[in-house]
């Protein structure tokens, strides 16, 4: 095909700007797709293939070309549209938010939540306009971020000690216990396992990507049994302790126990104090005196019920879940232990600590905020703890 009579040249900040752009991930697409194709012209690609390669048209990018051409980057951005004045002024915009925010069953309407459609046809049994269309909704409340149609499950603290708890664990966060700093031989583990990974052999081998093609993993696979993955992180020193086993349990969790405390610095230290939460492995007063007994320089420190939150092994196993599990492609149990093992050196070898922002101010004001919702039931506050 013959080249474009339009000569594409880029100045290095131009080039600068446009490759920037081609890169972003939070730029809207069009912005993108725009900045690729004129990179693609500069680069000598003719127009039937840069739509080709970018999924559009020639004529479109014969257009943008000439754009740029005329206007440099300017050019690439919308043009003015005058468009019709809009229908619905900032008082339907209220009424539209207003009934976002409320409990379709505080309203007498059958729903468990909203949608788009749902709305504009309240709104029109209401009498606040006359019609409404959906993509009019949805327009409106995308604007403020309002999303009734999504909802996020929660648990609400039911922990007597809730407060007291988890400002334990925030203080070691911050390398302090019952007030006084912790010394530079003295550690804080966060530990907990990571059930039921799967050991699915597909029954065909996984591709992977390809021209215009996402990686593809066979439906269908054979199961080959499961483990539990039990981790040890060290907080401050950034480093993990992992094994596998068949089972989680005492005696399982008992030997990652072993596997850290028998280590240095750990074996040598002061005290090593090791944030749990309450699964069957570590839970109460017995585990404690089970546990303390067997490593009399072991600290062990509960979570608050239902508080995995603030466990920031939690953070390494939502790290673990991407890069290492999904997607679920092993032949056996064998194959897994051996690339969670593989992947903890790896890890070990570049990681830093978690940037751990929340503290006892953060959690008195989300323990002010749950209080208000109950002013009957109002819950202490961490800093009187």
Known sequence: MASSPLRTELTADRRGELESRARSYTLPYWQVVR???VLMAADGVANNEIAERLGTSPQVVHRWRKRFAE?????????????RPRVFGAAVVTEVKALACQLPATTGVPLSRWSSAE???????REVVPGISAATVWRTLRKDAIRPWYYRSWIAPRDPDFATKAARVLDLYARCFEGEALRD???VISADEKTSIQARCRCHPTLPPGRARLI??????????????LAAYDVHRARVFGRCEGTTGI???GRLVEQVMSSEPYASAERVFWVVDNGSSHRGKASVDRLQGEWPTLRLVHLPVHASWLDQVEIYFSVVQPKVVSPNDFFDLDAIAERLAAFEVRYNAAARPF?????RDDLDELLARIAAHEPGAPLPLAAAA
């Open 35 to 37: 900045a690729k194709l």
């Open 71 to 83: 206007e440099g980057i300017d050019g690439l951005a919308d043009r003015d549209r005058s468009g």
């Open 119 to 125: 709305l504009a046809r309240e709104l029109v049994t």
């Open 185 to 187: 031989n003295e550690f």
């Open 216 to 229: 593809r993993v066979e439906h269908e696979y054979e199961r080959g049994g499961a483990l539990a993955y």
């Open 251 to 253: 005696v399982p969790f």
């Open 355 to 359: 940037d751990w922002k929340f503290d």
